[in-house]
């Protein structure tokens, strides 16, 4: 037997027989899902399917009532809060794009880096040449060089949401939950963050959620479409987007 | 903390602001002091009194402005703190009367032995030493903001809530205090103060030294606060301020942040109120007063939130304000002007006064930038290419 063995499971992420209901309704209804180390997967679903409370529940602003999230095999992260879940590796970006306005795109990704992030090391903190070179590398990824010194706020949308994947970047976890990462973009943006997607994906799991059909063809990869808080269909975009349930949630019976 | 975090970024604004405090701390004592009783430049010693207490509410300012500037925690109940440290400096001063007192008892103040108190109690033990009351004026502000603190953000007791929570404090405090059985002198306070560390609180020489002091601990206050606030801490704060969850999914322990900041703000209230006790000459449950509180808020929103500098100088211009309108015809109406203030700076200079002036000053400041900036390309023969916005 090897040592790793006691890992229950190989999935980057797990979700088994998760339920939660608010108020008497279920958001999350029974949902069970895997996610393969080095996967990247779209997540799609009509307003209301759960997308983004089942984010929620990965990254600890909510907690199931019942059901198992195992993160990299042994971590339980229904225990956890949100600090623990972002230091243990789990990245998120907002369906909004949130960036710390009244700073600098600078200092958006330097808050973002994973460095010591006590208060004792932040009070002492002194910049050192490696933190500065990750933050120049992220800022060529994003596109956003010539603007390192302008305010977030006075950013464009598509930049904002770009900053917050550079931000996710220099967070650098083994896991990035993206919540509609395109909304908002023009086409030329839809396609160059797809891009930025696919190229992120070679070294880390994503899960994309997303409405933008044309964007999740274009990523390529396996799609699960959530419904009523449960899933409804996997597989490849043509498989799913061909599914007789499918088209049913998505047009209306 | 290091000289070079003390230094670090000290920009055009706060080294004037520097060198304005040093020169008043400075030159106004050795005014008072120096030059003949009533000659033009002479500061009359109830001047020197009186901006003393000014310059204690600077720094009660400067610690408003740490948390709720930058770290977006608006405390309506500082006072509250601002009193404990003002009490802990009151017990001392109390204990030094010794046999002076009404009734001349050795170890008692006059309220206990009024009071039939046949022992002190227990928590004013230590008081009759300076070191220990100044550590007690750090410590029990400081002890109370961090079980308060602790206890508020842990449950992500945020906004208004901790707002009214914070009144509830000071005024269970103000409360507490007003009781004769509580052993802080009940409804009368601490006063009849005779000395401090040997010297008369009512000497001219003394009251010129705490002045110089209370300056002196604006500038160390000052530079605590821009030390905090220009460290990465500092970047962590702004963005609690502006997106606290956000933070929290950085893998920020946010309410860690929050306590450090309300802790060392309340310890830096506590400052302010044990060097404003001597100087006025009382202490009384009435500085927990939940409108004293609020009044601190005012200040600092009338300055510049956010600005430090600004903090300051709001305290020092509505208290010269309050001085000026409640002590002449007018002084019925000073509450109104007050909310007046507040509402008119809300509407017409919602960064307050320093704030609208920086943001005056950048856009000066880049207006000229391009102007030189263009007429160099004139020189160059080019012609600047418009931008589209």
Request: proline share 3%.
């Amino acid at each position: 037997m090897n040592v790793m063995d006691n890992r229950a499971t190989s999935a980057m992420l797990y979700l088994d027989g998760v339920h939660v209901s608010f108020d008497g309704f279920h958001a999350i209804n029974n949902l069970s899902l895997t996610l393969a180390p080095g996967e990247m997967r779209a997540i799609i679903g009509p307003n209301g399917a759960g997308k983004t409370t089942m984010m929620d529940i990965i990254t600890g602003k909510t907690k199931p009532d019942e059901g198992t999230v195992l993160f990299d095999g042994v971590t339980d992260l229904t225990r956890l809060d949100e600090t623990r879940i972002a230091e243990l590796g789990i990245g998120r970006k907002f369906q909004k794009p949130t960036v710390f306005e009244s700073q600098t795109v600078q200092d958006n990704l330097l808050l973002a880096l994973n460095v010591d992030h006590s208060v004792k090391g932040t009070l002492f903190w002194r910049g050192s040449k490696a933190e500065s070179e990750r933050i120049d590398k992220v800022l060529e990824t994003i596109r956003l060089t010539d603007a390192r010194n302008r305010l977030a706020g006075s950013l464009s949308h598509g930049q904002k949401q770009w900053l917050e994947i550079g931000m996710l970047l220099a967070q650098d976890p083994k896991l990035l939950l993206v919540d509609e990462p395109v909304a908002g973009m023009t086409d030329v943006e839809t396609h160059l963050t797809a891009e930025l997607l696919k190229e992120i994906n070679k070294t880390h799991t994503v899960m994309v959620v997303e409405h933008d059909m044309t964007f999740v063809r274009e990523l390529g990869v396996k799609v699960t479409c959530l419904h009523e808080g449960t899933v409804l269909a996997e597989g490849t975009i043509d498989q799913v987007s061909s599914n007789e349930r499918v088209i049913e949630v998505y047009l209306g019976r | 903390m290091t000289p070079h975090m003390l230094t670090r970024s000290l920009d055009r604004g706060a080294t004037i602001f520097i060198a304005v405090v040093a020169a008043c701390g400075i030159l106004i004592p050795l005014s008072n002091l120096l030059l003949p009783a009533g000659s033009f430049l002479q500061v009359p010693t109830y001047l020197v009194a009186l901006w003393g207490k000014y310059v204690c509410y600077a720094i009660l300012a400067l610690a408003i402005d740490l948390i709720w500037g930058y770290c977006g925690i608006l405390s309506l109940g500082h006072g509250a703190f601002f009193a404990l440290g003002g009490y802990a400096m009151g017990m001392y001063l109390m204990r030094q009367i010794g046999t002076r007192g009404v009734y001349g008892n050795p170890i008692l103040p006059d309220f206990m032995v009024f009071l039939n108190y046949s022992k002190l109690p227990w928590y004013w033990y230590g008081f009759d030493m300076f070191w220990f009351a100044a550590l007690m004026v750090l410590v029990v502000p400081g002890l109370l903001a961090f079980c308060f603190g602790w206890l508020a953000f842990r449950s992500r007791v945020t906004g208004v809530y901790l707002s009214i929570i914070t009144q509830a404090m000071t005024y269970a405090l103000l409360l507490a205090f007003f009781r004769n059985d509580f052993g802080f002198g009940g409804n009368n306070g601490l006063t009849d103060f005779k000395d401090i560390l040997g010297f008369n609180v009512q000497a001219e020489g003394t009251r010129a030294a705490l002045f110089a002091l209370s300056c002196l601990a604006l500038i160390a206050g000052f530079l605590i606060c821009r030390a905090i606030v220009s460290s990465k801490l500092g970047k962590v704060l702004i963005a609690v301020r502006d997106a606290e969850s956000r933070t929290r999914f950085l893998g920020y322990r946010v309410e860690s942040y929050k306590l450090f900041v309300f802790t060392v703000s309340a310890c830096m209230a506590g400052v302010a109120g044990a060097l404003y006790v001597p100087q006025v000459g009382i202490i009384n449950p009435s500085e927990f007063a939940p409108g004293n509180s609020i009044e601190a808020v005012i200040w600092v929103a009338v300055g510049g939130r956010g600005t430090l500098v600004g903090a300051a100088l709001g305290a020092v211009v509505v208290n010269y304000a309050k001085t000026f309108f409640t002590s002449g015809m007018l002084a019925p109406y000073w509450l109104f002007m007050l909310g007046a203030l507040f509402i008119l700076v809300t509407l017409l200079l919602p960064k307050g006064i320093v704030g609208t002036f920086n943001a005056w000053w950048d856009s000066s400041e880049e207006k000229r930038t391009a102007a030189t900036l263009a007429s160099a390309a004139a020189e160059d023969g080019v012609t600047e290419p418009k931008m589209a916005e």
